[in-house]
Nanobody
Framework: QVQLVESGGGLVQARGSLNVSCRDSGRTFSSLAMGWFRQAPGKEREFVAVVSFGGGYTDYSDSVKGRFTISRDNGKSSAYLQMDSLKPEDTAIYYC?????????????????WGQGTQVTVSS
């Protein structure tokens, strides 16, 4: 059973940094590709970043490339999203998602498990 819980959201000023975490309470975390998505009010959920099950491969959306870093610690059943140089347009609810996959899925409909989301607000 995969159960994802995000933490670490909050309010930060533009150009600041924030780290959000996602922990899986199940026992199969090391077999899961982990993705981060975000959804702003009135907008569709969009891909942010993904890390492979072993942590060796990552992919990012163009809008966050060079500013955000995705990582994971399989020993702690956790995935992380380090967000630097934040902009007001990064304001959204951030969701982690999981899928048993050898690939790097980037579409929301490819994922099987979702966390409840954590709010990130960037003030100008």
């Amino acid at each position: 059973q995969v159960q994802l819980v995000e933490s670490g959201g909050g309010l930060v000023q533009a150009r600041g940094s924030l780290n959000v975490s996602c922990r899986d309470s199940g026992r199969t975390f090391s077999s899961l590709a982990m993705g981060w998505f975000r959804q702003a009010p009135g907008k569709e959920r969009e891909f942010v970043a993904v890390v492979s099950f072993g942590g060796g491969y990552t992919d990012y959306s163009d809008s966050v490339k060079g500013r955000f870093t995705i990582s994971r610690d399989n020993g702690k059943s956790s995935a992380y999203l380090q967000m630097d140089s934040l902009k007001p347009e990064d304001t959204a609810i951030y969701y982690c998602a999981a899928k048993r996959s050898l690939l790097l899925p980037t579409r929301p409909d490819e994922y099987d498990y979702w966390g409840q989301g954590t709010q990130v607000t960037v003030s100008s």
